[in-house]
C-alpha cells in the first residue's frame, strides 16, 4: 500500500501502559478473569469477543471496555439491553476508580491494577505495504520488525477485510527469503475434496482427471514463504497431514510413495478465534500450537480511524488519473469517518473507488439506491442520543435493510451476494449472523 519504501524500518520507543482487572463475579461464567493493558476489550457472547460470555442475556457484541490516559472508559458496542452501574444505564463513560459493570445477567467487576506494562511502538507510520500512524497500528509494527527476519511461524488474526494478506507479503518481503516465492494458499475458496491435492500436489493417474503429475503449494512455495489464508477453514482430516509436513518439511503427493523435502516458512492467518474452534473440538490442538508459534493481530478499522484519512489518501494517489483529497467535499469526508466499516479497510478501498466514478451512489453500492437512507427520528419527549450512538444505530439500521434486499436479489445466494457486494463470502455471513438472518 505504500509507494517506493526502502527495507529500513523506522526505530521504536516504549510506551508504558496501566493495566486493568476485569473478573466475572456473578453470572453463568463466574470466576472468569481477564488482565488487560493498553487494549481496547471487547465483550460480548460471540466467540470473536476478548472476553466470551455463555450468558443468553447478553449481546453478541456488548460493550468495549477500553484503557485510556484519563480512566478506564466503557461504551456500549449496541447491545439489546444495555450496560449499567448500579441503576444507572451508560452508553459511553470514563472511571478511575474500581466499579461493577453489570451486562444482561452477568456483573464485571473492574478495577485499575498498579502494574505497568511496556510495549513497544515503531516511530514510523508504515511496514512494508501497510500503512498506520494509531498506536495500535505502531505497536503492530515493533511486532512484525521482530518477527520478519526470524523463520518462526506466524498466525496472524484479525476481521475479514484488515489486510492479513497485507500483512503476511510484508512480512515475507522483509525476512531473509524475500527473493523466495511468496504462495497464497486460501482453505476457503476450495473445495475439501481438491483441498489435499492442491496442498500437496499428485501423480498422474491419482485419481479421475488428474492427467499429468502436478506439484502442491508447498513444492512451489520451497525456497520461499507459503501463506495459508483463512486457516480455521481447513478440513480437519487434512489437518494431521498439514502437521506432518510442518513436522518433518516434506510432503508425498497423491498417488506417490515418495517423500519430497520443502525449505518453506509458514504463515497462517484466520478471522475466527482459532483458539476457541480448539476448545469446541473443531480445530488441533497440536496444529493449532505449531502453527501459531508467535501472533499478530490486525485490528479492524473502527480501532483505528485515526488512520482513515491516511488510507483514502493513499487510495486517491493510487487512482488513475491520481487524487488529492480534496477530490473529495467536506460531506464526504464526514460520512467516511461515521461510517462503522464492518468490511473495514478493504470495504474502505472500494468505496473509495466507487465514489470517484459513481459519487452519486452510497458507500452501500448501486443496490442501496433503491433503499431510503435510514432515519433516526426521536420522540419529542425523548432524551437526545449521543452522536456516536445515533450514527451507529443508523449504520446497523442501513446493513440490516442493504443484507435484506441484497440477499432477496440473490434468492437468499450468499456468493452471489458476497460477489455483489464487493466483500467477501464470510463478512456476508457475519453480517447475516450479526443482524439475525
Not at 102 to 127: A, C, N
Not at 158 to 182: C, N, Q, W, Y
Request: proline share 6%; glycine share 8%.
Amino acid at each position: 500500500m505504500t509507494d517506493g519504501l526502502t527495507r529500513a524500518q523506522a526505530p521504536t520507543r516504549l510506551v508504558s501502559y496501566a493495566k486493568t482487572l476485569i473478573v466475572v463475579t456473578e453470572g453463568p461464567d463466574a470466576g472468569k478473569r481477564l488482565e488487560i493493558a493498553g487494549s481496547p476489550i471487547r465483550i460480548g457472547s460471540s466467540p470473536e469477543n476478548n472476553l466470551v460470555l455463555t450468558d443468553d442475556t447478553v449481546s453478541r457484541r456488548h460493550c468495549e471496555v477500553v484503557p485510556t490516559a484519563n480512566g478506564i472508559q466503557v461504551r456500549d458496542d449496541g447491545s439489546t439491553n444495555g450496560i449499567f452501574v448500579g441503576s444507572a444505564r451508560i452508553i459511553d463513560a470514563v472511571f478511575n476508580d474500581a466499579f461493577s459493570l453489570r451486562v444482561g445477567q452477568t456483573v464485571l467487576k473492574i478495577e485499575p491494577m498498579t502494574g505497568m506494562v511496556d510495549r513497544e511502538q515503531s516511530t514510523g507510520d508504515h511496514f512494508g505495504e501497510i500503512l498506520g500512524q494509531s498506536a495500535c497500528m505502531r505497536e503492530l509494527f515493533a511486532d512484525l520488525m521482530r518477527i520478519a527476519p526470524t523463520e518462526v511461524s506466524v498466525l496472524i488474526e484479525g476481521e475479514t477485510g484488515t489486510g492479513k494478506e497485507l500483512v503476511a507479503d510484508s512480512i515475507h518481503g522483509a525476512s531473509a527469503r524475500a527473493t523466495g516465492p511468496f504462495v497464497v494458499f486460501d482453505c476457503s475458496a476450495i473445495a475439501p475434496t481438491l483441498a489435499e491435492s492442491e496442498l500437496f500436489g499428485h501423480e498422474r493417474g491419482a485419481f479421475t482427471g488428474a492427467v499429468a503429475s502436478r506439484p502442491g503449494v508447498f513444492e512451489q512455495a520451497s525456497g520461499g514463504t507459503i501463506f495459508l489464508d483463512e486457516l480455521g477453514e481447513l478440513p480437519k482430516d487434512l489437518q494431521p497431514k498439514l502437521l506432518r509436513v510442518l513436522e518433518k518439511r516434506e510432503v508425498k503427493r497423491l498417488g506417490s510413495s515418495r517423500t519430497i523435502p520443502v525449505d518453506i516458512r509458514l504463515i497462517a492467518a484466520t478471522n475466527r478465534n482459532l483458539m476457541a474452534e480448539v476448545e469446541r473440538g473443531n480445530f488441533r490442538e497440536d496444529v493449532y500450537f505449531r502453527i501459531a508459534a508467535t501472533h499478530a493481530y490486525v485490528p479492524p478499522l473502527r480501532d483505528r480511524l485515526d488512520d482513515l484519512t491516511m488510507l483514502v489518501t493513499h487510495f486517491l494517489k493510487r487512482s488513475t488519473p491520481s487524487r488529492t483529497p480534496d477530490a473529495f467535499p467536506e460531506h464526504v469526508w464526514q460520512m467516511l469517518h461515521a461510517y462503522r466499516w464492518p468490511g473495514n479497510v478493504r470495504e474502505l478501498q472500494n468505496a473509495v473507488q466507487r465514489l470517484l466514478i459513481t459519487p452519486e451512489r452510497s458507500l452501500g453500492g448501486a443496490q442501496a439506491r433503491a433503499m431510503p437512507a435510514p432515519t433516526v427520528v426521536p420522540s419529542p419527549s425523548a432524551e437526545p442520543e449521543p452522536l456516536r450512538i445515533a450514527r451507529r444505530d443508523a449504520a446497523d439500521e442501513f446493513e440490516r435493510g442493504y443484507l435484506q434486499q441484497l440477499l432477496g436479489k440473490t434468492g437468499g445466494n450468499v456468493t452471489r451476494a458476497a460477489a455483489i457486494a464487493e466483500v467477501s463470502r464470510q463478512m456476508v455471513q457475519k453480517l447475516m449472523r450479526k443482524h439475525g438472518l
